[in-house]
Each structure stands twice: as C-alpha cells, then as structure tokens.
Nanobody, 126 residues
Framework: QVQLVESGGGSVQAGGSLRLSCVRFGYTDSPYCMSWFRQAPAKEREAVAATYIDDSTWFADSVKGRFTISQDNGKNTLYLQMNSLKPEDTAMYYC????????????????????WGQGTQVTVSS
C-alpha cells in the first residue's frame, strides 16, 4: 500500500510563493508518474504538473513558467514550487502516484492514478 502526505499549503498574497511537499510511504518501487492536481470549489479536478520516472516533466499551460516540479534523490518526496501566485491558483492541491507506465501518455488524466494524498489548501489573495 502507498500513502501520500502533502504539506506546505497556506495563504499568500498574489505574487507570492509557496512550496508544496508530498512524502511517499509504503511500496518501495518508484511510481511511473508523480503528479500534482488541484481542485477549486465547484470546479473539476485538474492536473497542474507531473513528472515521469525518467525525470521528464509536464505542466498545465496555466502554470508554465511559474511552477516547477521536482523530487528528492530517493524519489520519496515530490515538490511543487509555486511562484508568482495568482488568485486563480486558489485550490486544494493533491499529490498523486501512478504505477502504470501508460500514465505518460496522459499525465493529466486522473484515471491513471491509483494513489492520492489528502490534499493541502492553497489560498491566494489579491
């Protein structure tokens, strides 16, 4: 069993920065995909950023140039560095892991992800 625990959320003003962390416990093999999703009230969950086992990355157009995704050397901790935050970035942010290699074909499709964290809230005020 895999457990994902996010942290680092909070409240910031527009233009500020936050760094989210997601620690992975349990199954020792590395997932094929580790991703960040977010969900704002009354909106669907959307993919924000993802990284594949070969360290390739993907970002949603809305966050390109502002967010970066990375992992520690052991690939047990996933990070999301968020800069130049905007009020529209306000959402609950979730970490997700996929052990299916097909996840690379559709980083942003939650169907491929079998493990999710509990979420961490990010609030950006104008």
């Amino acid at each position: 069993q895999v457990q994902l625990v996010e942290s680092g959320g909070g409240s910031v003003q527009a233009g500020g920065s936050l760094r989210l962390s997601c620690v992975r416990f349990g199954y020792t093999d590395s997932p094929y995909c580790m991703s960040w999703f977010r969900q704002a009230p009354a909106k669907e969950r959307e993919a924000v950023a993802a990284t594949y086992i070969d360290d390739s990355t993907w970002f949603a157009d809305s966050v390109k140039g502002r967010f970066t995704i990375s992992q520690d050397n052991g690939k047990n901790t996933l990070y999301l560095q968020m800069n130049s935050l905007k009020p529209e970035d306000t959402a609950m942010y979730y970490c997700a892991a996929s052990f299916r290699p097909q996840c690379r074909m559709a980083f942003g499709n939650p169907v491929f992800y079998g493990f999710w964290g509990q979420g961490t809230q990010v609030t950006v005020s104008s």
